[in-house]
């Protein structure tokens, strides 16, 4: 397994602008996707890092809301388009809505410490919910694609890449084919059984053949009660578990300490530790759920 990376405080060097909306469409039951012009986040961000957006010129909602970097795109010069899909559930999501292409928004990242990038034959994506949102661009990087698609630099790769997502029912499912797309085997659960299997995402691993401590890793999005179960799941089998936490924030950049959450220290106690500094992505063996 390769060694994790030492800790960054990507906040030190966040870029801030204002970037113009290029498209913005609703992509499953109350989903949407929207495409901002940032060239800065497009090139730099990497799998599992996060960036804040926040209605331009004004001031309600007043704070700014994270939101994975889902997705990159590139025009003839390079990387220059970011992608990110949300859940409508709030004033801010909601107003988000009623954006529309010419419009802009106010976005500073990439922000946090995003997955790991393992040796490891078999990775094995598990989201829930709208957790699928911090997982595509992981999934391309270890089939050996760049943000745009194309080829990246030389690394050891993934032999198989699987999705495992588990949503309540069917209309909940946004974008699927990106990951077929992108390489990745796809199995889906529905708690009404609308669509894959039914049950719950770890029913799913349950049923998925070829996970074993031997050849696959983990990594987790979604929310926290499936995140811990899956959690669970993997420590019992012995598999190696990341997860991208999604605790709200306020600031993004490590100075207000409403998003901490309890970290084993190792020596049988805890300590709180900042979601949008030391984390969204933690060891699960880490967190004291």
């Not at 602008?17 to 940032?38: E, K, P, Y």
């Not at 270890?142 to 050891?156: I, T, W």
Request: with cysteine; proline share 6%.
């Amino acid at each position: 397994m390769a060694t994790p990376s030492p800790l960054v405080c990507h906040a030190d060097a966040a870029t801030y602008r204002v970037a113009g909306v290029v498209a913005h469409d609703q992509v499953a039951d109350s989903t949407w996707r929207i495409r901002l012009d940032c060239p800065p986040i497009a090139a730099r961000a990497t799998p599992g890092q996060f960036a804040m957006l926040r209605l331009a010129d004004r001031n309600d909602p007043l704070l700014a809301r994270p939101f994975a970097v889902y997705d990159v795109a590139s025009d003839a010069d390079g990387p220059r388009y970011a992608d990110f899909i949300y859940l409508v559930h709030g004033r801010f999501t909601q107003a988000l809505t009623r954006v529309r292409p010419g419009d802009a928004l106010a976005v500073w990242g990439p922000l946090g410490n995003g997955f790991r990038l393992p040796t490891v034959e078999h990775l094995v994506l598990v989201a829930g919910g709208i957790g699928q949102t911090a997982l595509l661009t992981l999934a391309r990087e270890r089939l050996g694609q760049a943000q745009d698609g194309g080829p990246s630099p030389d690394r050891p790769l993934a032999r198989r890449v699987t999705l495992c997502w588990g949503a309540r029912h069917a209309g909940m499912f946004a974008c699927v084919d990106d990951f077929r797309r992108a390489g990745c085997e796809v199995h889906l659960a529905t708690l009404d059984g609308s669509m894959g299997s039914k049950g719950t995402v770890v029913d799913l691993l349950d049923g998925t053949a070829g996970i074993d401590a031997a050849t696959a890793r983990i990594a987790c999005c979604g929310p926290e009660p499936m995140m811990e179960a899956v959690s669970h799941w993997s420590a019992a089998r012995g598999i190696a578990c990341d997860v991208s936490l999604e605790t709200p924030m306020a600031c993004g950049i490590g100075i207000c300490f409403t998003c901490v959450a309890k970290v084993s220290d190792g020596e049988g106690g805890w300590d709180y530790r900042r979601t949008c500094i030391e984390g969204p992505v933690f060891d699960a063996k880490q967190i004291v759920w």
